[in-house]
T-cell receptor, first 116, second 113 residues
């Protein structure tokens, strides 16, 4: 596609429910990243996928968070048993080659998650 | 620990004047720096970048300066326009345990007409 696509754009859920957020990166980009931005905060790194390599999960805040990337393309971020502190904008980004190259990240518009 | 810091949460500038946004970092292993602009309800969009082998990079109204000894970079926008009003994030890449892009907390720029 022309850009990074994320769905849904908005998600309201009840505390304790599971949610799935989807990211469709730019076609041909091998690297995919998930960040989140909580209210009044910067962009917090969550996870990074590079081709077929094992993902860098060092930013996932708890074991309730998981992500997968199928076929080297679409990625799904899953949050189990959501808590109110999970409320944030979840941003996906992709880049052509990954962090071993100096290249820019292309971001999607994000998913605004609200946990009631 | 905040490896990339933007100490000014907000900045107001008159249209036509220069906007200077600052960013400090703590990790000397960072070797690539970027600035992003973010409008409400949109994803961040890339503005300009600089490699650690340079001290200045210019693109139209936007110039990024890098002072490696001070671990400081700045973004200059001149002349500032009302459409520049947005949140600006600096980001750094380099080895910090793993390789990833680390972002600052952002500076909200308001350009007054």
């Amino acid at each position: 596609g022309a850009g990074v696509s994320q769905s849904p754009s908005n998600k309201v859920t009840e505390k304790g429910k599971d949610v799935e957020l989807r990211c469709d990166p730019i076609s041909g980009h091998t690297a995919l990243y998930w960040y989140r931005q909580s209210l009044g905060q910067g962009l917090e790194f969550l996870i990074y996928f590079q081709g077929n390599s094992a993902p860098d999960k060092s930013g996932l805040p708890s074991d309730r968070f998981s992500a997968e990337r199928t076929g080297g393309s679409v990625s799904t971020l899953t949050i189990q048993r959501t808590q109110q502190e999970d409320s944030a904008v979840y941003l996906c980004a992709s880049s052509p080659k990954g962090v071993l190259r100096n290249e820019k990240l292309f971001f999607g518009s994000g998913t605004q998650l609200s946990v009631l | 620990d905040q490896q990339v810091k933007q100490n000014s949460p907000s900045l107001s500038v008159q249209e036509g004047r220069i906007s200077i946004l600052n960013c400090d970092y703590t990790n000397s292993m960072f070797d690539y720096f970027l600035w992003y602009k973010k409008y409400p309800a949109e994803g961040p969009t890339f503005l300009i970048s600089i490699s650690s082998i340079k001290d200045k990079n210019e693109d139209g109204r936007f110039t990024v300066f890098l002072n490696k000894s001070a671990k400081h970079l700045s973004l200059h926008i001149v002349p500032s326009q009302p459409g520049d009003s947005a949140v600006y994030f600096c980001a750094a890449k380099g080895f910090s345990g793993t390789y990833k892009y680390i972002f600052g907390t952002g500076t909200r720029l308001k350009v007054l007409a």
